[in-house]
């Protein structure tokens, strides 16, 4: 079957579909997205996710082209065309040669970690030449100029690991190549704080709403690797994957199955999206 993606007011095959090679967005990653899940006719957080980038466009001299009802009914048009129950949705907004804003939707198939990856965890490695910029603005905004975080991920990939995980410039955890970090001690929950480089992001969020809804402790601030490693239990999340545990850094395990507190957020995140069990 082949893929319809909506692109610049038409909904397109994506066999024919094409830019210019100097495009801004092509030449210097000019660009924001987000990635989201469309699951059982719904985009999970989708109303989240337009206020994100709606709100970053601003700082790129981009706006979306569209009202943000519209573009929710054009992102699930082009979920119904491809007729897709469990999907991978990207919306990208991004500087086009006349000095405005083009719109492109992809809708395509999502294939989730099977349960069994849930239970035994991700497996990461730490990426030392690649720094993040906590200093920098463009760090906190999901911009189409990704090649840190690919690069970081690619590399993890080749070593045989599931995600990498990146330092800022001071040394102090950031975040992952597509993930959030998270850690646990003695029943407190522990995340890097935005000013340390990592992006805001949308299951990060909701995670720390579900700690405070039940009076789980929750503090955002400036971690070392030490702080990982002397941690009870640790979890990265993303719009995908929701909620994964880590069980090793660099091949030395940081966290052994059952992973109590973390599986409590997974099964509480995994609720409030009325995911399959």
Known sequence: MKTTIFLDGKFLSLELASISLIEPAFLYGWGLFETMRAYKNRIVYLKAHLK?????????????????????????????????????VRLTL??????????????????????????????ACLILDLKVNEGCFLTN????????????????KKKGYDEALLLNNRGY????????????KRRRLFTPHLKSGCLKGITRQVVIDLAKKNRIESIEGYFTLQDLFEADEV??????????PLSSLDGKPI????FKLTNFF?????SLLGYDK
């Not at 466009?57 to 009202?67: G, H, I, V």
């Not at 086009?96 to 497996?123: E, H, M, V």
């Open 52 to 88: 994100r980038i709606k709100d970053s466009a601003k700082y790129l001299d981009l706006k979306l082209p569209y009202s943000l009802n519209k573009t929710e009914e054009l992102i699930f048009k082009t979920v119904k065309l491809n007729k897709l129950r469990d999907a991978y």
């Open 94 to 123: 991004f500087k086009n040669l006349k000095n405005r804003t083009s719109i492109f939707i992809l809708a395509k198939r999502y294939q989730p970690y099977p349960k069994n990856k849930y239970l035994k965890g991700f497996k």
């Open 141 to 156: 905004l999901k911009t189409a100029n990704y090649l840190l975080y690919r690069l970081a991920y690619w590399k993890a």
């Open 173 to 184: 955890l950031a975040e992952g190549s597509f993930t959030n970090i998270f850690f646990i």
């Open 235 to 244: 979890f990265l999340t993303n719009s995908l994957i929701g909620v994964m």
């Open 255 to 258: 966290a052994k199955p059952p």
């Open 266 to 270: 997974i099964k509480e995140y995994n």
